[in-house]
């Protein structure tokens, strides 16, 4: 319950500053979605009990997608950087949904 409520506290918060003010903490918002991707790893002993290598391997995938998706996205010279910057969000959230789907959920119902 610890991530879940960490999850949503991060997202809750980036979406607070996103509505408060659009622009001046742009930063701060990117490294709240950086953390967001990231924040299983500080759960990683029983997220790996659960999941087992190959759904924490999804975990990791998903989070180096929306680590590079940002890369992305700061790239303003690049034509069609934030239609690149979402593709990475898709191929990040995709790999939390197999993870969650195709390892969690089947782990629980055992």
Avoid: Q
Wanted: charged share 10%; glycine share 10%.
């Amino acid at each position: 319950w610890a991530l879940l409520a960490a999850v949503w506290s991060v997202a809750l918060t980036g979406a607070v500053l996103r509505i408060a003010s659009p622009r001046p903490l742009k930063k701060l918002r990117i490294g709240l979605y950086v953390v967001l991707g990231w924040l299983a790893v500080a759960w990683v002993g029983p997220v790996f009990d659960v999941l087992g290598p190959l759904g924490a391997g999804f975990l990791v995938a998903g989070g180096l997608a929306y680590t590079l998706g940002v890369a992305f996205y700061l790239w303003r010279r690049l034509p069609f950087n934030e239609a690149i910057w979402h593709m990475f969000v898709i191929a990040g959230s995709a790999c939390f949904f197999v993870a969650i789907a195709f390892h969690a959920i089947p782990a629980y119902a055992r």
